[in-house]
Nanobody, 114 residues
Framework: VQLVESGGGLVQPGGSLTLSCAAS??????MAWYRQAPGKQRELVAS???????NYVESVKGRFTISRDNAKNTMSLQMGSLKPEDTAVYYC???????????WGQGTQVTVSS
């Protein structure tokens, strides 16, 4: 099983970024993005089921959009109107369809700063 994340970086407040996660060697059920800021616990940002039912943490509703492509086994997180408090390491999380086991990506840094 391999999860490859991409798309992090430095962006100014109000800017946009798109994160991507490509999964291989796994049949995916729910896919999700988590984030962890320095000194804080890891939190769920957004999740999407195989049937594309989505869920967002309140702080990103209306600003972030999660999507997936089941055929390609990929997931994206479009982030807009970014705020300094969105700064964190973002992790791709995938739940295996048959076993329910969770897998994590290596994390990608998102920094929102002027």
């Amino acid at each position: 099983v391999q999860l490859v994340e991409s798309g992090g970086g430095l962006v100014q407040p109000g800017g946009s970024l798109t994160l991507s996660c490509a999964a291989s060697g796994i049949t995916t059920a729910t896919m999700a993005w988590y984030r962890q800021a320095p000194g804080k616990q890891r939190e769920l940002v957004a999740s999407i089921t195989r049937g594309s039912i989505t869920n967002y943490v309140e702080s990103v509703k209306g600003r972030f959009t999660i999507s997936r492509d089941n055929a390609k086994n990929t997931m994206s997180l479009q982030m807009g109107s970014l705020k300094p408090e969105d700064t964190a390491v973002y992790y791709c999380n995938v739940r295996e369809f048959y076993t329910g086991r969770d897998y994590w990506g290596q994390g990608t840094q998102v920094t929102v700063s002027s």
